[in-house]
């Protein structure tokens, strides 16, 4: 019998910057009440010229690594749109910068903010597989639009790292989950350009659609009633969506639709993406980090997650918390990366702005020092150079 698989251990990171909602509102006019009460946001995560989705891997991933070693790692998935090469993987570059083994499988996921489900899904089928072993699954991705678009305040930045095991210590996750997948154009990033074009309103209601579709996917497949969950962990492209998925589908169930049911079923789910904005592949996942760091005991309760990616793949996917899991949270690690973050003026944000990874000669330095744990502190002949602040840990084990 396959033993039960899931998350075993869990970390978020994000970049070392940050926006608030009100900076922003002030310079474009707009009442800070839209974004903070119409969106949901108070703040988005901005990178440095010396981060990126490698760089906000590492921090997220390293502590993992730390703790349980990585002898049992056969698999890295990592999953972005945010990818840095065209060809390599970004889970390469993580080798030398936390220490992971030779003897690895390591590749890359993309679709859109689905990605990191679909990595999450195969890391299970993974251990299913051989259950001694583990799978790293990481999520880490950068929001940009333009400037000046309805998106802006939209972006964000932020990654999720997790080790999926046998007899996992944080969650279990269901076999049963229900799917849905159809090729619309609601968002998507054609490969020569540094920001998403969206559809706004559309992307929208395209996303509340295929979450309805994945759902009953999940019911027709023997899934729980809506009624079972404890808390539902929704994909926050700005957590106002999060609101909007649940009213919708209460509705679609026929339940009652009321502002104590929807804020009873979302408690503790928003608080992390509030303040880093739209982290797309990790955004989910970030929702669930932000419930299971909160001071509700969680312990045997279903949890759902609703993943969705524009394009647009959704998936529908129950878990539960299992014994002991508050003694395996960073909790205090996870609110000191968002909360230590370093507050950007509007001119500093925009000169960030900028992606110059696409427009320079092959060779240069990245400006500035965000004083991360891990850096990209520059390019030498099209390579990037990556530097870690302290040594990969483990594991040189399979070296
Ligand atoms: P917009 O045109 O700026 O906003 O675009 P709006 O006019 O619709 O206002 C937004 C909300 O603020 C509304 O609330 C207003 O009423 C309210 P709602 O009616 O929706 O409940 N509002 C105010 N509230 C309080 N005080 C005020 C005030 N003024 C207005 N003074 C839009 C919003 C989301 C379209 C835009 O930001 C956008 O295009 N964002 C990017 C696309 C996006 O996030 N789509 C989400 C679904 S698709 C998805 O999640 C996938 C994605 O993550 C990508 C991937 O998969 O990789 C994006």
């Known amino acids: 019998m396959t033993p039960a698989i899931g998350i075993h251990d869990l970390a978020v990171a994000t970049s070392r910057h940050m926006l608030t909602h009100a900076v922003l509102a002030d310079r474009l006019g707009t009442d800070p009440a839209k974004y903070q009460r119409g969106l949901g946001q108070d703040a988005m995560s901005i990178p440095g010229d010396d981060e990126d989705v490698v760089t906000m891997a590492a921090a997220a991933a390293a502590p993992i690594v730390e703790r349980h070693g990585a002898s049992r790692i056969r698999n890295v998935f990592f999953a972005t749109e945010t990818g840095v090469d065209e060809s390599k993987c970004a889970g390469l570059y993580l080798h ?17 903010c689905y990605g990191g489900t679909a990595a999450l899904q195969l890391a299970c089928a993974a251990v299913a597989r051989d259950p001694s072993r583990q799978a790293l699954v990481i999520a880490a991705d950068i929001a940009r639009y333009d400037l000046d678009s309805a998106a802006e305040p939209t972006q964000g930045a932020g990654a999720v790292a997790m080790l999926v095991s046998a007899d996992p210590a944080v969650a279990v996750i269901d076999p049963v989950s229900g799917l849905f997948s159809s090729d619309i154009m609601d968002f998507w990033r054609p490969t020569y350009r540094s920001t998403a074009v969206v559809d706004g309103r559309y992307s929208v209601s395209a996303y509340l659609d295929a979450i309805e579709h994945a759902f009953d996917d999940f019911r027709r497949l023997g899934g729980a009633d809506l009624r079972e969950f404890e808390r539902f962990c929704y994909h926050q492209p700005f957590t106002k969506m999060a609101f909007k998925a649940h009213r919708h589908l209460l509705e679609h169930a026929g339940l009652p639709v009321t ?116 850096r990209l502190s520059g390019f030498e002949e099209h390579k990037r150079i990556y530097h870690a602040r302290q040594p990969a840990f483990s594991a040189k084990v399979g070296h």
Do not use: W
């Open 96 to 112: 030398s910068l936390i220490g992971l083994p030779s003897q690895a499988r390591v590749v890359e996921f993309k679709q859109a």
């Open 259 to 374: 502002d104590e049911a929807v804020d009873a079923a979302l408690a503790d789910t928003t608080d992390y993406n509030r303040a880093i904005g739209n982290s797309y592949t990790a955004s989910v996942y970030m929702a669930l980090a932000s419930v299971l760091d909160s001071t509700s005991d969680l312990t045997g309760r279903r949890i759902a997650l609703a993943s969705y990616g524009s394009g647009c793949v959704a998936e529908f996917l129950s878990l539960t918390a299992v014994d002991g899991y508050r003694e395996q949270l960073r909790s205090e690690a996870n609110r000191a990366a968002i909360g230590n973050r370093n507050p950007l003026s509007y001119s500093e944000y925009r000169s960030l702005h900028t992606d110059r990874t696409t427009a320079h000669d092959g060779s240069r330095a990245s400006t500035g020092d965000s004083g991360g744990m891990y």
